[in-house]
């Protein structure tokens, strides 16, 4: 691997860890700051503010990213997580935490800004095991990350927002004195209009090869908000489980998955194609949620997430299917856009999966999973209509794309 490309995963991972430090305990401080103890509807709409604003900025930063570089972008979104995670170590107040919250999800973009880097130094050929590197270092952190969030809760709630601040602290050092920039500025060729949120939209909407894999994504990524919103929820108030059991069983879905992401995705994109690759994964995601929808004893939730590791096979896959699809000065704008769609899938899945557990808990808690599986099986039966409709391969053409 050459350089800038170590750098910018070890960063994802400095970031995982942050982000994952906080997983376990998040819903005890919603009690604490709230003082009340049902906290279901509460602790999604905490994530839900969060998200939105990264709805309405994610797509602007991906441009900004296309004509100033991704470097200040990078920078910008760091730093405002790491005075998120300040402020949130200290206020006494709910609606602080709340508006802190609103903050850090404007500047937030790293995933997808280190989505478009990736892009940026890489192949075609190169992409589906890159991606898969990116979400095994993303794993990674999370072997990390909520395993001392689960400790350090234990002795005080607020110590692991200290420790993830300190960690975006390093990672803004890391993006200002390490990485290199992998695109000059052009400004020259900038217009104000295209920072509309709306416009990225309607750019990628407009591409005809890419519109099936807008609205995969928009679906995986609704799903995808099912285990952050309810993992610690869940495992809490079913299983019994302490902060310290919530971080340890984050920490080895995190391991599965790293090994999983990092060994897999290549070999399977070039063994089955893409689009193959990608079911593969979406269909032993969905056999997991299933079983884990009917689980009453917390400790064959271990015995399961082999099948979720394999699920990470999918989204690498879908991603690299979707870099083919525009050209190499757009690709700032598209990873904007899917994180713009995952966004809008954090505004509602937060909320969604909430109101499933709060109205169906007192008689199967695990309806909310089996409502995930549900979604999948939609997916599952869309790629599969798109690949009997495309070529052989399964491989989109790559159109000719104005700006």
Request: net charge neutral; charged share 10%; glycine share 10%.
């Amino acid at each position: 691997m050459n350089r800038a490309l170590l750098i910018i995963l070890f960063a994802v991972a400095l970031d995982a860890v942050g982000i994952g430090l906080i997983f376990p305990i998040l819903p005890d401080l919603m009690r604490e700051l709230a003082h009340m103890r049902d906290v279901d509807l509460l602790y999604g709409v905490f994530i839900a503010v969060y998200a939105l604003m990264q709805f309405i900025f994610a797509p602007v930063l991906g441009v900004l990213s296309d004509r100033f570089g991704r470097r200040m972008v990078l920078m910008i979104s760091l730093l405002g997580a790491a005075i998120d995670y300040v402020v949130m170590a200290l206020t006494p107040y709910l609606w602080v935490v709340f508006v802190t919250r609103m903050i850090a999800g404007l500047t937030s973009a790293n995933l997808s800004v280190a989505v478009a880097y990736i892009t940026d130094i890489s192949d075609e050929s190169q992409r589906a095991q890159r991606f898969g590197f990116l979400h095994a270092m993303f794993g990674i952190g999370f072997i990390v990350g909520p395993a001392i969030g689960g400790l350090l809760g234990e002795y005080w709630l607020r110590a692991p927002f200290l420790a993830a601040a300190v960690l975006n602290f390093l990672n803004f050092g890391l993006a200002l004195f390490v990485l290199p920039e992998t695109r000059h500025a052009a400004p020259e060729g900038f217009k104000w209009s295209e920072l509309n949120p709306i416009k990225p939209l309607q750019w990628a909407i407009g591409i005809r090869a890419l519109l099936p894999f807008l609205v995969v994504f928009g679906l995986l990524s609704l799903t995808g908000q099912v285990y952050g919103t309810a993992w610690a929820l869940y495992g809490g108030e079913q299983f019994a489980w302490s902060p310290w059991m919530i971080g340890l069983s984050l920490t080895f879905f995190g391991l599965l998955h790293a090994g999983a992401q990092a060994l897999l995705p290549g070999w399977a994109a070039k063994r089955f194609g893409d689009v193959n690759a990608a079911l593969i994964g979406f269909v032993a995601e969905c056999v997991a949620l299933i079983i884990l929808a009917f689980l009453t004893d917390g400790i064959w939730v271990f015995a399961i997430m082999p099948l979720f590791a394999l699920g990470g096979i999918g989204v690498p896959a879908l991603q690299s299917l979707a870099t083919q699809t525009v050209g190499k000065d757009f690709q700032g704008r598209l990873q904007g856009v899917l994180a713009s769609l995952g966004s809008l899938a954090a505004i509602f899945g937060p909320l969604f999966f909430t109101s499933v557990y709060a109205a169906s808990k007192g008689w199967w808690p695990g309806m909310m999973w089996m409502s995930a599986a549900l979604i999948y099986i939609l997916v599952i039966v869309l790629m599969i209509l798109r690949q009997s409709r495309g070529s052989g391969d399964g491989e989109p053409e790559k159109p000719s794309v104005a700006a």
